[in-house]
């Protein structure tokens, strides 16, 4: 069972950053792709950004490119997100997501670490 465990975020000033973690277990990630994902109060969970563990490719949202940074350490199963120049806007719950490059959703989901954004 793949599991998911998020940590690193909190309360920052806008302008500061902070870097997320996502440790995972129970799965063969060298054939993953892993994501962050984040959710607003009151707004719908959108994409940020993601990384093909394999290969390394990544992707990010408009509104992050940039300023955040995704990455991954194959020996520690772990998924780190740097995020710069923090913005109000970027307040949200973020979450770290996994699912094998063949599937087309992603399956597994962390529980989520809050970010606040003080402006």
């Known amino acids: 069972q793949v599991q998911l465990v998020e940590s690193g975020g909190g309360l920052v000033q806008a302008g500061g950053s902070l870097r997320l973690s996502c440790a995972a277990s129970?799965?063969?990630?060298?054939?993953?792709?892993m994501a962050w994902f984040r959710q607003a109060p009151g707004k719908e969970r959108e994409f940020v950004a993601s990384?093909?563990?394999?290969?390394?490719?990544?992707y990010y949202a408009d509104s992050v490119k940039g300023r955040f940074t995704i990455s991954e350490d194959n020996a520690k199963n772990t998924v780190y997100l740097q995020m710069n120049s923090l913005k109000f806007e970027d307040t949200a719950v973020y979450y770290c997501?996994?699912?094998?490059?063949?599937?087309?959703?992603?399956?597994?989901w962390g529980q989520g670490t809050q970010v606040t954004v003080s402006s």
């Open positions: 129970g799965g063969i990630f060298s054939s993953y792709a």
């Open positions: 997501a996994a699912r094998s490059v063949i599937a087309p959703t992603y399956r597994y």
């Open positions: 990384v093909s563990w394999s290969g390394g490719s990544t």
